[in-house]
């Protein structure tokens, strides 16, 4: 445990900052797996979930929680499987 005052706050801040960002985190993990189940599936709404998994993502970027080059490589693969699905059912 810190005994420096600097520290102390220094960790307070750092709880704060880790429970928020881990919402945000879950968020668009649960988005991207939903995603990548309903590609999967072929369900009809999948164009739906793919786009709302690329929002959860963006959102994430914007707040710093996921580096914006991690969140272009998962919105590239979820459109790339989402091409090849339609290319494929049509």
């Known amino acids: 445990m810190a005994n420096i005052q600097s520290q102390i706050k220094r960790n307070r801040q750092n709880e704060k900052r880790r429970l928020r960002n881990r919402n945000v985190r879950g968020a668009a993990r649960t988005a991207d797996n939903a995603a990548r189940k309903a590609i999967s599936s072929?369900?009809?709404?999948?164009?739906?979930?793919?786009?709302?998994a690329i929002s959860a993502l963006d959102k994430a970027a914007e707040k710093g929680v996921f580096h914006k080059n991690t969140v272009a490589r998962r919105k590239s693969r979820l459109m790339k499987a989402l091409a090849a699905l339609t290319k494929k059912s049509a």
């Not at 072929?42 to 709302?52: D, I, L, R, S, Y």
């Open 42 to 52: 072929e369900t009809p709404e999948t164009k739906q979930a793919v786009m709302q």
